[in-house]
């Protein structure tokens, strides 16, 4: 799989691993290419965590009274007017990339999510929930590789909170103008695995 991806993503993607399972069947994979990625040094960070680091299990399922992480971005270039956003788990078991949050409604300027903030519009997860979906890969998995990819779009979306990824991205193809990552990783914990994040995908 990894031979699919496009050089310009898996150079920020590369894990001590290699590079997850699924990343040439992100999002990001999809809807950006060489030109917008990074565009005019549009960029996503936390300050919870640096990219390829590990997420804080407060963020997790192994964790009571978990929440989404905080997450900074810094301005897009002239023409964005919505920014979303779309976290994939890229070492997902099964065929394809788990989706764990699908945002958007946000402003296209500088801007940031507090710690456990909720965004404008949330889109259903793989769960089918409109909401943070905790990480929580199987026991015995190697660390799984959680990619947050933010879009910087030249017009504003029609969608309503609750729709699917699936529709999200039909309306975000062709209107996106800059894109960025940001990788966390997650090994869960002996004792913890209360279910399989994997066991379902979304439509």
């Known amino acids: 799989m990894s031979a699919e991806v496009p050089a310009w993503l898996s ?5 001590p691993a290699g590079v997850p399972s699924h990343a040439a ?3 990001i994979a999809r809807l950006a290419d060489e030109r917008s990625f990074a565009r005019s040094g549009f960029s996503l960070s936390s300050p919870a965590f640096a990219n390829g680091e590990e997420l804080d299990p407060c963020f997790t399922a192994d964790e009571e009274d978990a929440v989404a992480p905080p997450l900074e971005w810094s301005a897009p270039p002239p023409g964005a007017q919505e920014i979303a956003i779309i976290v994939e788990d890229a070492s997902a078991n099964g065929d394809a990339p788990t989706l764990h949050w699908a945002v958007w409604g ?7 999510l507090l710690e456990g903030e909720v965004p404008p ?3 259903k997860n793989a769960k089918r929930n409109s909401e943070w979906l905790l990480p929580a890969p199987p026991e015995d998995d190697d ?7 933010i879009f910087a779009l030249d ?15 039909k309306q975000m193809e062709g209107h996106v103008v800059a894109a960025a990552v940001l990788t966390g990783t ?5 004792g913890d695995d209360n279910w399989d994040e994997d066991e379902e995908d979304f439509d």
């Open 121 to 123: 519009r949330v889109g």
């Open 11 to 15: 150079e920020s993607l590369a894990q």
């Open 143 to 149: 660390a799984h590789t959680y990619v947050f990819q």
């Open 25 to 27: 069947a992100l999002t």
């Open 186 to 190: 997650y090994k869960r914990e002996e």
């Open 155 to 169: 017009l504003p979306l029609t969608l309503m909170p609750g729709a699917s990824g699936a529709d999200l991205i």
């Open 106 to 112: 946000l402003p296209g300027q500088k801007g940031m």
